[in-house]
């Protein structure tokens, strides 16, 4: 009896195994999928230097690039009264802004902004309608210097509360 206990240890081990090896015959046949690595860009574009410079000037969150105010400057100083006058803002508000900021300029579909809350400089607003920001398209080429202008003022003097 005395090497039977080690005998009997052995063998219920080996069937313990045995049939433990049974049951899972797949479990180490599968090999886990190699993780696919990812190729990722890892070069990310710097925004432009000039669109830091100005935020502390204005209290902005956003500023307008400086190169885009030059740009509103000069389309500011060249469009004469008499040109702006001519112009029916309110008629061209309706057809290009209102889809997103609403006839009366508060509606802010597709993430616009409250116009009647805005607070921007003539400048900025030129800029803005000229160059476009975030969501909001580009004028540029699509309505005339004037009539940006126009609809700048318009949202300024008409629009605002
Ligand atoms: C496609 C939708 C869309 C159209 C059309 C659109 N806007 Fe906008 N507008 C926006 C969005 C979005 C913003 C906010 C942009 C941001 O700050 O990221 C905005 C912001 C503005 C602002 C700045 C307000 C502020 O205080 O910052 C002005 C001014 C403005 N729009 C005027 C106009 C005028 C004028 C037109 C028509 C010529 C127009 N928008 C057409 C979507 C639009």
Request: proline letters at 4%; one cysteine or more.
């Amino acid at each position: 009896m005395k090497y039977l206990a080690p005998l009997f240890f052995f063998l219920i081990l080996a069937i313990a195994c045995g049939s433990g090896e049974k049951t899972t015959p797949t479990s180490k046949k599968t090999t886990a999928p190699k993780p696919v690595e990812k190729v990722t860009a890892s070069k990310t574009e710097t925004t432009s230097a000039a669109s830091v410079k100005s935020s502390s000037e204005e209290g902005k969150t956003e500023p307008v690039p400086k190169e885009q105010l030059d740009k509103a400057k000069k389309i500011l100083k060249k469009v004469k009264d008499s040109e702006i006058a001519a112009v029916n803002a309110k008629k061209l508000f309706k057809i290009h802004c209102a889809v997103c900021h609403g006839f009366t300029g508060n509606m802010m579909i597709n993430g616009a902004k409250d116009l009647t809350k805005s607070k921007i400089s003539m400048e900025e607003s030129v800029a803005q309608v000229y160059f476009g920001k975030g969501l909001m398209t580009p004028y540029k080429g699509v309505l005339k210097d004037a009539e940006i202008v126009a609809l700048s003022k318009y949202v300024q003097e008409e629009l605002r509360k």
